[in-house]
């Protein structure tokens, strides 16, 4: 869901009719993110993922009957969507669909700021009679019974790796073991379009010896509410892109430069480590 409201909310904004559909049954579904979702507009465009894109064609042929209320769709999955997702053929999924239009105003701006939110949804006979938004969740889970539909969604941190090699590799390593999303970017374009993004539960570390990509990406994430920017590199590196900044008029002061605690790390992955317990230090004393 949090991957789709920009999307979202631009095309409720642009009036825009656009249907949103997510997972019900995420147990069912090995290394399945509960908060993934995807939403389609008018001639099937699709904007997000949800279950790797395999029952892509069974949610188009949903909006094309342009439904004027949410529902749960029950489906079984074919070998060949089955194959797609990892399951067995015949396993049994529920998803809500809908238009996104019919769900709470306020919720899209919510999942925008990747803030933790609760829906209820009351249920007959499948179909959709209301919905509100409920109190703030401290965990993701979905409670689905006749009559009631409740989504817990809570966003996960991401950190953004800009750069590559072993450093950028073993930092990816430590931040999934952690459970945190990696956005990994070797183009400069596609790292600033998503530092531009970041929200206050996440990172972005930068590395590599071009300063005018790192400089571009670092500038990018000062202007987000990421809580933690790291620059990892030596102190010449550092004075480099500090001066390219400043050049432009941008104020440092929250880069950690050079990334990480100092425990006289020497390896990559004892450098990833330290960066990985700076970012959870900085985020949770906020």
Not at 45 to 61: N, Q
Not at 108 to 132: F, I, M, Q, Y
Not at 214 to 223: I, S
Request: overall charge negative; some cysteine; charged content about 20%.
């Amino acid at each position: 869901m949090y991957k789709i409201a920009l999307s979202v909310n631009a095309c409720l904004r642009g009036g825009t009719r656009v249907d949103v559909a997510w997972c019900l049954t995420p147990e069912q579904v090995p290394r399945f993110d509960a908060t993934d979702a995807v939403a389609v507009t008018p001639g099937g465009g699709r904007l997000g993922s949800l279950l790797d894109g395999a029952i892509d064609s069974r949610l188009v042929e949903l909006s094309l009957l342009e439904a004027s209320e949410g529902r749960v769709v029950d489906i079984e999955l074919n070998e060949i969507e089955a194959a797609a997702i990892g399951v067995e053929p015949g396993t049994a999924l529920s998803l809500f669909f809908g238009p996104a239009d019919t769900l709470p105003e306020d919720l899209w701006p919510l999942l925008l700021n990747r803030s933790p939110v609760t829906l209820e949804v009351t249920l007959d006979g499948g179909r959709a009679t209301s919905s509100r938004l409920g109190e703030t969740p401290a965990s993701t889970r979905i409670v689905h019974t006749d009559d009631r539909l409740v989504c817990e969604w809570c966003p996960t941190p991401t950190v953004l790796i800009y750069g590559g090699g072993p450093m950028a590799h073993a930092l990816a390593q430590a931040a999934e073991f952690v459970g945190w999303n990696v956005e990994r970017s070797g183009g400069t374009e596609a790292a600033v379009a998503m530092a531009t993004s970041l929200s206050a539960i996440d990172g972005a570390v930068v590395m590599g010896h071009d300063t005018e990509g790192v400089g571009r990406v670092l500038q990018a994430a000062l202007g987000s509410g990421a809580c933690y920017i790291g620059s990892i590199g030596p102190a010449s590196l550092q004075e480099d892109r500090g001066d390219w900044l400043a050049y432009r008029g941008v104020d440092s002061g929250r880069v950690h430069g050079p990334a990480g605690f100092d425990i006289g790390a020497t390896s990559p992955e004892e450098v990833a480590l330290s960066v990985m317990v700076e970012m959870i230090a900085v985020r949770n004393a906020q």
